[in-house]
């Protein structure tokens, strides 16, 4: 049995910010964020080792994004400030296990279905 379910995803504009949730119980799996804009690959966002001590962000959102996790409470969370447009995209939340902090698709085991996030210009 397992579960990763996104949440958060709306409709914001340029500049604004927004707040993803996965709730996932995977207390002792890396976690991360990934995202894909329409006629595009999957592209690493943002990653978090299973303690929370350790981070990793692709370039595109360093400084405007921020990973966490609260395993207490099963979620991982992804702050997104100063969103821009090509921040559009279905975020996914995955797991990992085996890795520290990965950043390639290869490296999840599972995957949520992915929330829906605009930014109007």
């Known amino acids: 049995q397992v579960q990763l379910v996104e949440s958060g995803g709306g409709l914001v504009q340029v500049g604004g910010s927004l707040r993803l949730s996965c709730a996932a119980s995977f207390g002792t799996y890396a976690m991360g964020w990934f995202r894909q804009a329409p006629g595009k690959e999957r592209e690493f966002v943002a990653t978090i080792n299973w303690s929370g001590r350790r981070t990793d962000y692709a370039d595109s959102v360093k400084d405007r994004f921020t990973i966490s996790r609260d395993n207490a409470k099963n979620t991982v969370t992804l702050q997104m400030n100063k969103l821009k447009p090509e921040d559009t995209a279905v975020y996914y939340c995955?797991?990992?296990?085996?890795?520290?902090?990965?950043?390639?698709?290869?490296?999840?085991?599972?995957w949520g279905q992915g929330t829906q996030v605009t930014v109007s210009s």
């Open positions: 995955a797991a990992a296990r085996g890795v520290r902090t990965p950043t390639l698709i290869s490296e999840y085991d599972y």
